[in-house]
């Protein structure tokens, strides 16, 4: 008689976890996967999926806007947001039904309630105490709230993606993924924009170009940008919200959303008296092997909190179950991750910085662009596009891809794969571009950045 109930009791129902349940399953090992909301985790319910979809919508008035330029009247227009919700949700839910369909197909027990441990090997999921030999956390990340007073009267990501009204007022505090695709998101819908970042960038750990770029082409595009700047308070006011500024005046507005960094969702769930150790944020300290302190423990995706990335998290569940029930140990490789924020225009990069290729490699040479690409010179629009190589000059290594502009994520994931591969520069200058593209830049670049102009 089996000494466990299970061979592996998964906490956690995102991608991450589901994904490493169904390949443990296949794999032979008898798996129940424990999940106290929808199957999917934040990706599918409250993240990329989602975040997607409500970026294809905002993009429909800039369409509108170019179609003009090349013959076609476009008539009047109107937009219902609460429609577009209603019918993300019914995408969503079809999602949900596929993430259980693929389960049950691969004999996985999914247990609706919330998963805690009790010791190494046993978990309480409601009133059933279930044991396991091995225990998976994958409980993902959740929306940190700054401190600030009246916090409470903002909202998160996680709500915004319910919102039955579309606010004509929208505030944006953070100046990371989440704050400046959703300020892009609210300012193609309609709503007027201020998006308030506390640093002097955006997308602090992301290429330094980039951040400069999209600041300028969101501020084109009508949001109004506001760098180095940060809010003390919040309140209710004449029926809307008063933002606190700490160098003004308040201002009100009719939704403030705060985007300053999600956190790992491992409090709570009998962890630290199992005796796994956690980071200060609260991180699962695993070893390369997915392995927490305590050997018959394993965390992956946002709780490990080393790239907080969809793909990244399932390429970790297929690590773990591979190690645990396939003889094959694995880690994985996070060196050229590649990764987009879906903002308008929407940014894309893989591998290193400038700043972190200076520090590394020491001698590089930067190439750089930035034009307007061909469907703006009938449409009129003046966004224009950004890409640049970083390369190292002693062995000529492409150890940067970074764009943006339309399409960017399409475009650079195909140079992941060139980079995964070790391309040279010259082998990216023997490429016959594509014609008329935008991606064809990237092999058409022949004169680096003069030093002078290299960014600090």
Known sequence: ????????????????????????????????????????????????????????????????????????????????????????????????????????AAGVSVIESRGKLLDAHTVQAGDRTLTAEHILIATGSRPVMPAVAGAELAVTSDEAFHLQHLPARVTVVGGGYIAVEFASIFNGSGSSVTLVHRRGHLLRGFDHDLGGVLAEEMAHHGINVELSSTITRIERRNGALAVQFASREARETDLVLCATGRSPNTRGIGLEEAGVLLAGNGAIKVDDFFCSSVPSIHAIGDAIDRIMLTPVAIAEAMALANTLFNHSPRGLDYNGV??????????????????????????????????????????????????????????????????????????????????????????????????PTSAEEFVSMREPRPPQAEAA
């Open 338 to 435: 590649p990764t987009a924020v879906f903002s308008h225009p929407s940014v894309a990069t893989v591998g290193l910085t400038e700043h972190d290729a200076r520090r590394r490699h020491g001698a590089i040479d930067v190439y750089a662009t930035r034009f307007r690409p061909l469907k703006a010179t009938l449409s009129g629009s003046t966004e224009r596009v950004f890409m640049k190589l970083v390369v190292d000059r002693n062995s000529d290594r492409v150890l940067g891809v970074h764009m943006v502009g339309a399409d960017a994520a399409e475009t650079i994931q195909g140079f992941a794969v060139a980079l995964k591969c070790g391309a040279t520069k010259a082998q990216f200058d023997a490429t016959v571009g594509i014609h």
């Open 1 to 104: 008689m089996p000494r466990y109930d299970y061979d592996l009791i998964t906490i956690g129902g995102g991608s991450g976890g589901v994904r490493a349940s169904r390949a443990s399953a296949n794999f032979g090992a008898r798996v129940a996967l424990i999940e106290e909301k929808q199957l999917g985790g934040t990706c599918v319910n409250a993240g990329c999926i989602p975040k997607k979809l409500l970026s294809y919508a905002a993009h429909y008035a800039q369409d509108f806007n170019d179609a003009a330029g090349y013959g076609w009247s476009v008539g009047p227009r109107g937009f219902d947001w609460a429609q577009l919700i209603a019918n993300k949700n019914v995408e969503i839910a079809r999602l949900n039904g596929v993430y259980a369909r693929l389960l049950a």
